[in-house]
């Protein structure tokens, strides 16, 4: 089975634009999770997707924002970019949604905001 | 806020040798999870440990938790180089109807060959 695809890998943009980052789930997988990890606020929750429906948001601003299409494949887009939005973003997909089962992430998206 | 603390935040040992880490977490768990990243890549699932549980083996790894002590730790027995990655704990909130892992800041592992 093929894992969790992100992409782009890398990305550069400019403070005020906006940008959207793709995640392909394991196939089967209908909980896409996103994450974003910083060096100095770690890995932090942004939203979790089942069923195209967010089930669970982060304490992050309206400008990060997310979707899941029918296929389980899921986008977040991120507005009005700023310097502190510079991160890696990690996209995790899982069988279910649930506490009790394991995620599996996929490599990731480093995005940079000169 | 952040549920799970590793300790100790950065760790060198000789291959060959254990490595032992350790995390804490604040609020009662279903279960813990610990994941391993290696430099600035997705996460890789380790080993999976349910409350009711107390003791978990997984090839070289060795993981425990003490729901009392609120603490869990991951024994790495034989490290190799290729070992050397941060490795996180992660909980889920309880009752949670969706999946939110929260993450510690990680302890960064490194084994010299």
């Known amino acids: 089975k093929a894992g969790v695809t992100q992409t782009p890998r890398y990305l550069i943009k400019t403070r005020g634009q906006q940008v959207t980052l793709s995640c392909s789930p394991i196939?089967?997988?209908?909980?896409v999770s996103w994450y974003q990890q910083t060096p100095g606020q770690g890995l932090q929750f942004l939203f979790e997707?089942?069923?195209?429906?967010?089930?669970n948001k982060g304490n992050f601003p309206g400008r990060f924002s997310g979707r899941q299409f029918s296929n389980s494949r899921s986008e977040m887009n991120v507005s009005t970019l700023e310097l502190g939005d510079s991160a890696l973003y990690l996209c995790?997909?899982?069988?279910?949604?649930?506490?009790?089962?394991?995620?599996?992430f996929g490599p990731g998206t480093r995005l940079t905001v000169t | 806020s952040q549920q799970g603390e590793e300790d100790p935040q950065a760790l060198s040992i000789q291959e060959g040798e254990n490595a032992t880490m350790n995390c804490s977490y604040k609020?009662?768990?279903?279960?813990l999870q610990w994941y391993r990243q290696n430099s600035g890549r997705g996460l890789v699932h380790l080993i999976l440990?349910?409350?009711?549980?107390r003791e978990k083996h997984s090839g070289r790894l060795r993981v425990t938790l003490d729901t009392s002590k609120k603490s869990s730790s991951l024994l790495i027995t034989a490290s190799r180089a290729a070992d050397t990655a941060s490795y996180f704990c992660?909980?889920?909130?309880?009752?949670?109807?969706?999946?939110?892992?929260?993450f510690g800041k990680g302890t960064k592992l490194s084994v010299i060959p």
């Open positions: 995790a997909s899982s069988l279910v949604s649930g506490a009790g089962y394991e995620q599996y």
């Open positions: 196939s089967g997988h209908r909980s």
């Open positions: 997707y089942f069923s195209e429906t967010q089930r």
């Open positions: 609020t009662s768990i279903n279960n």
């Open positions: 440990i349910r409350s009711n549980e």
């Open positions: 992660a909980t889920p909130p309880p009752g949670a109807g969706s999946y939110q892992l929260t």
